[in-house]
T-cell receptor, first 117, second 116 residues
Framework: GAVVSQHPSRVICKSGTSVKIECRSLDFQATTMFWYRQFPKQSLMLMATSNEGSKATYEQGVEKDKFLINHASLTLSTLTVTSAHPEDSSFYIC?????????????FGPGTRLTVT | AQTVTQSQPEMSVQEAETVTLSCTYDTSENNYYLFWYKQPPSRQMILVIRQEAYKQQNATENRFSVNFQKAAKSFSLKISDSQLGDTAMYFCAFMKHAPRDDKIIFGKGTRLHILP
């Protein structure tokens, strides 16, 4: 199956700083990528939909100025958590949609654990 | 708006037994996909099985099968001959069949423990 990578897998940052998380589709082009947040023992909550070359669409209640999403190419989307606070500590997961060759699947990255101290 | 409900927060079964995880959903759409995802302790999301709403035949993948009841909006997952490696969180999920609205909506999950 297709592979989606995330970098870094774990990051610790100080309160007030910004941190960038990368999501890459390694062997396919993804016009659409999705960013999720998952708190311990909870489900995945969609934060935003990222379309290559256009602005991301944020879900209700997600601050777009705090969670900056850039989808600069068909294989890379980034999520930047700006002015991070301890309550932003969470597990962030991206997924990428593959639609070429008659397929229509979403593939998930391994996730990034963010800890804000 | 679409919703996905998993009424069993946690389940435990003995190895080699069969277990069924429940899922109901609500939608006014006629064309959509339903999924079961597995999230083991590594937290990597793994697609277990996928069902297209227009297909009446229930999807199967080796030991995993679903009981898709479209009219009842029910989509249960049956795991046969359960194995220790099946221990994980299982999420039922819904996606509209719409090119510009393809976000996946997840249920709250069922934590499954396979006991040796």
């Amino acid at each position: 199956g297709a592979v989606v990578s995330q970098h870094p897998s774990r990051v610790i940052c100080k309160s007030g700083t910004s941190v960038k998380i990368e999501c890459r589709s390694l062997d396919f082009q993804a016009t659409t990528m999705f960013w999720y947040r998952q708190f311990p023992k909870q489900s995945l909550m969609l934060m935003a939909t990222s379309n290559e070359g256009s602005k991301a669409t944020y879900e209700q209640g997600v601050e777009k100025d705090k969670f900056l999403i850039n989808h600069a190419s068909l294989t890379l989307s980034t999520l930047t958590v700006t002015s991070a606070h301890p309550e932003d500590s969470s597990f962030y997961i991206c997924s990428a949609r593959a639609t070429s060759g008659g397929t229509d699947e979403q593939y998930f990255g391994p996730g990034t654990r963010l800890t804000v101290t | 708006a679409q919703t996905v409900t998993q009424s069993q927060p946690e389940m435990s079964v003995q190895e080699a037994e069969t277990v069924t995880l429940s899922c109901t959903y609500d939608t006014s759409e006629n064309n959509y996909y339903l999924f079961w995802y597995k999230q083991p302790p590594s937290r990597q999301m793994i697609l277990v099985i996928r069902q297209e709403a227009y297909k009446q035949q229930n999807a199967t993948e080796n030991r995993f099968s679903v009981n898709f009841q479209k009219a009842a909006k029910s989509f249960s997952l049956k795991i046969s001959d359960s194995q220790l490696g099946d221990t994980a969180m299982y999420f039922c999920a819904f996606m509209k069949h719409a090119p510009r609205d393809d976000k996946i909506i997840f249920g709250k999950g069922t934590r499954l423990h396979i006991l040796p």
